[in-house]
C-alpha cells in the first residue's frame, strides 16, 4: 500500500505542476511585488560587471539594470544581481530566475529567435578582437596560422574565429574554458599565444594580467558584436520598459540633461527635455511608470555619456574611446528614438 | 474422519498474487503518467515561449572548433558529430584513468600490507593525502600548478627519439604505415593466436602429466622476435611523423594536450587511492590460514600471493571497485573546469549554448552517462559471476 499512496502523491504533485506558466505582461507586477530587479551580470567583468572588494556591482552592463530599477522602483539600489557564466545566462533567463540579463550579450538573429528571448537595445557597440604577448613578436592577426587559441565558452566568439582563421586559410586549436578568470589564467600561464574576445572585454582581462604591458591588443576587429540588455519574450511592456529606459538614458545626453542639473531642468521650457522629465505629457503612465521615471534614472544613474565615461571611459583603467558608441551627432552610432 | 479441507480459491480480491498485480499495474501506470504530464508541459511551455524544440538542430553545422579530437572534425561538421566527438574524448579519458588506477592501485593495496615498515608507510601516506583531496582540486593543480612550471614551445624539452615536451603538451612521433606493413600485422596476429594455443597445451600437459614447458619464456619470444624478423625482412614499411617546430607550435607527430594528461593524472592518482583501499580490504578479508597452508605446501611468498590469497580477495574486491569504475568515470566531467573537450563541455558547453536547446541536450547528456554507467556494472557484474565462490 505504500507504494500506492507514492503514486497518489506523485499524482498530486502532477496536477500542481501542469499549471501553465506564461510570463505574459507580468514581470513588471512581479517586480514591484519584490521590490526588487534580478540582473544576471558577469561573473567578473572590470567596465562591464565587476563586484568590488565589499560586494557592490559596478559597470556599464550593471548601470543598465539600476537604471531600470529607477525607472520602475524609483531607487536605483533596488537591484539584486546574479552573477552568471556564459554558458548559464539564457537558460536563467528563460527559466525566469532573473528579469533582465545585462551580461555583454552579443544580438545574433539566432538568439532573438529561437531562445524564447528579446534583445531590448545595444548598450554597448564592440568587435572581436586578439590579445597578444609581446615577446611573441605578432604585429598583425594574420601571422597567428598555427597558434592555440583561449576563448571562454558559449560565446559568439567561438565562431567568429572559427569562421575567420578558416577563411584565412589558417590553422588554430581553441582552448576552451568556463569562465573569463580561468580563460585569463590559461593565456598568462602560457597554455597559449592568443587570447580572442571582444575588445572592451581584452582591455579589461589585459588589467587582470600580473604585468598588464607585457601583452598587446592586435589592430584587427573580426566581428560585430553589438551588446545589450535582454528580457523574456511574450512580455512586452517589460520589453518597452528596460528598451525605454536605455533610450531615455540617451535622449537625456542628447539634450543635455545630467546628473548634476536634472533638478533644474525641471524649469526648463524645452518641450523635450520637458517630456522627458515628465513635467509634461504622460510617457510614464504608456509604459506603465511614474511620471518621473526618466528624471530618476538620470539622476540616479545618468545620462548614457555619464555611465560610459564612468565605468569604461578614459579616465578609468580601461580607457577606452567612445568611437562607434558615440551619439550619432558626435560621429557615433548610438541613436535612440525620440521621447513624444 | 476429518475430511481434509477441500483447496477453496479465495475470491479474487482477496487474492495476494492477484493484488499485488493489480497494484503495481496502477502504480506503474500512474508513474508513467506522471512522467508524460512533465514531458508535455514542458514541451507545451517551451512552445508557448518561442523556445525552439527538437532533434532538428543535430543536423545544423556546428562552425566551432574542438581542440582534440578522435575522429575527424572541423567547424563544417554538425552538431550531432560534436556529440560523438565529446562521447569519444569522455570514453577516453574514462578508459585511461580506470586501467591506471586499477593497476597503481592493485600496487598500493599489496604495499600497505607490505612487511616492509617503509613501503607500507609509504602507501598509508599517499593513501591518505590524495583520497582527502577533492578531485577538482587535484584536477587544478596539475593543470596550472605544472602547466606553469613547463616551457614555452621555443624553449621545449628535448627527450630521446625526437619527443618534446612544453606547455602545449606532450609530443610524440607517430608511425605511419607504407605499403607491405600488413605483412607484419598478420604475423603479429598469427604469432599471439599461436602463444595462446601454446599456453593452453602447456597448461593441459602440466595438468595431466605434471610435466612443465617453459611456455611464457617460449611465447614472449615468439610474440617479440617474429614479427620484428619479418619487419626487417620487408625492409622496415614505416615511416616516422616527427614533431617538429613551425610557427609558434610543433606540428607533426602526435600531441597529447595538457588537458588530458593533467585529468587523467589527476583522476588516476584520486582514484588509485580508493581502489588501494579496496584492494586492501579484499586481502585482509582472507583468513590467514589459508597463508600458513600455502606457506606449508612449500609455496613461495609471491606465488601465495598470485595463486592463493588474490584469486579468494577478488571475490570482496570487485562490487566496491565497479563503483570506483563509475566514479572516476562521472568524476570526468569535472574536464569542463580545464577545458578538456569532453562532452561536458563540448556539447553541454559550447553546443548547449550556440543552439539554447537546453532540455534536450541535457536530456542527451544525461543518457550517455547512464548508459556508460550502466555498461560499465554489466561487465563488471558478468567477471563478478566468473570469480564468484562457485557451490560445488
Known sequence: ?340 | MAEPAAPRTPAPWNNPRIRALVFQGLALVLVLWFFWTIFQNTLTNMESRGITTGFGFLDNTAGFGILFSLIPYDEADTYGRTFIVGILNTLLVSGLGIVFATVIGFVLGVARLSNNWLIAKIALVYIEITRNIPPLLMIFFWYFAVLRTLPSPRGSLEFPGAMFLNNRGLYIPWPHPEPGFWVVGVTLIAVLVGAALLLRWSKKRQDETGVRFPAWPVSVLLVIGLPTLVFLLMGSPVTLDRPELKGFNFRGGVQLIPELISLWLALTIYTAAFIGEIVRSGIESVSHGQTEASQALGLSRGKTLRLIIIPQAMRVIIPPLTSEYLNLTKNSSLATAIGYPDLVAVFMGTTLNQTGQAVEIVAMTMAVYLSISLIISLLMNLYNRAVALKER
Open chain 1, 1 to 340: 500500500m505504500m507504494r500506492f499512496a507514492a503514486a497518489l502523491v506523485a499524482g498530486a504533485a502532477t496536477v500542481a505542476l501542469s499549471t501553465s506558466a506564461a510570463f505574459a505582461a507580468e514581470t513588471l507586477d512581479a517586480v514591484k511585488e519584490r521590490g526588487e530587479v534580478v540582473c544576471g551580470v558577469s561573473t567578473g567583468l572590470p567596465g562591464f560587471s565587476n563586484p568590488d572588494e565589499s560586494g557592490q556591482w559596478s559597470g556599464i552592463d550593471v548601470d543598465v539594470c539600476r537604471a531600470v530599477g529607477a525607472a520602475v522602483l524609483g531607487d536605483a539600489d533596488k537591484v539584486k544581481f546574479v552573477p552568471l557564466t556564459a554558458k548559464e545566462r539564457f537558460t536563467a533567463l528563460q527559466s525566469g530566475e532573473i528579469d533582465i540579463l545585462s551580461r555583454n550579450t552579443t544580438w545574433t538573429l539566432t538568439r532573438d529567435s529561437s531562445l524564447g528571448l528579446n534583445f531590448a537595445g545595444v548598450n554597448y557597440y564592440d568587435g572581436q578582437g586578439f590579445l597578444v604577448k609581446k615577446d611573441l613578436g605578432v604585429s598583425s592577426a594574420t601571422e597567428l596560422d598555427g597558434a592555440s587559441v583561449c576563448i571562454q565558452a558559449g560565446t559568439t566568439t567561438e565562431l567568429n574565429l572559427a569562421d575567420y582563421f578558416r577563411f584565412k586559410g589558417m590553422e588554430y586549436s581553441p582552448v576552451v574554458f568556463d569562465t573569463s578568470d580561468q580563460t585569463v589564467q590559461g593565456f598568462s600561464a602560457g597554455r597559449c599565444d592568443v587570447l580572442t574576445s571582444d575588445q572592451s572585454q581584452l582591455y579589461a582581462l589585459r588589467t587582470k594580467l600580473d604585468d598588464p604591458d607585457s601583452a598587446m591588443v592586435l589592430p584587427e576587429v573580426i566581428s560585430k558584436e553589438p551588446l545589450g540588455p535582454v528580457v523574456r519574450q511574450g512580455d512586452d511592456q517589460w520589453f518597452n520598459i528596460v528598451k525605454w529606459t536605455l533610450f531615455a538614458q540617451l535622449n537625456a545626453e542628447e539634450l543635455g540633461v545630467t546628473m548634476d542639473n536634472v533638478e533644474d531642468m525641471k524649469s526648463s521650457d524645452n518641450p523635450s527635455i520637458k517630456r522627458l522629465i515628465g513635467t509634461d505629457g504622460d510617457m510614464g503612465e504608456k509604459l506603465g511608470l511614474a511620471a518621473d521615471w526618466a528624471a530618476n534614472v538620470v539622476a540616479q544613474v545618468g545620462n548614457y555619456g555619464e555611465m560610459f565615461e564612468r565605468n569604461v571611459g578614459m579616465d578609468t583603467p580601461l580607457q577606452i574611446a567612445r568611437g562607434l558608441n558615440a551619439l550619432w551627432t558626435a560621429g557615433g552610432i548610438q541613436y535612440a528614438p525620440p521621447i513624444r
